[in-house]
């Protein structure tokens, strides 16, 4: 899988579930959506190609905001734990194909 794909798996998975989303599940999906995409983008400027990259680069950017106190702790759980469970159902995805 590439990162295009993989960004394509993890934004489908988000959009999916936007008719019985809870709010906080709306709200974790959005930002989540911004810092995937602006990682692939980074990653694709890097050259860097490999979904591991994406996922660090995810993992780095989720850091940075929860220092910068973009989020507070409650907002950080929820976020952090939606983005664990969009790399579970990824991967499980990727094995399937």
Partial sequence: MNIFEFEQLLLTDIDSNIATATDDQLFAGGYLRGHITLSVAQCE??????VRD?????????????????????DQKLVLSF?????TKAEQASTVQ
């Fill in 54 to 74: 994406v996922k660090s680069r995810v993992n780095n950017s989720l850091n940075q905001a929860i220092l910068s106190g973009e989020l507070n702790e409650q």
């Fill in 83 to 87: 983005w664990a469970d969009l790399i």
């Fill in 45 to 50: 400027i890097d050259g860097r190609n490999h």
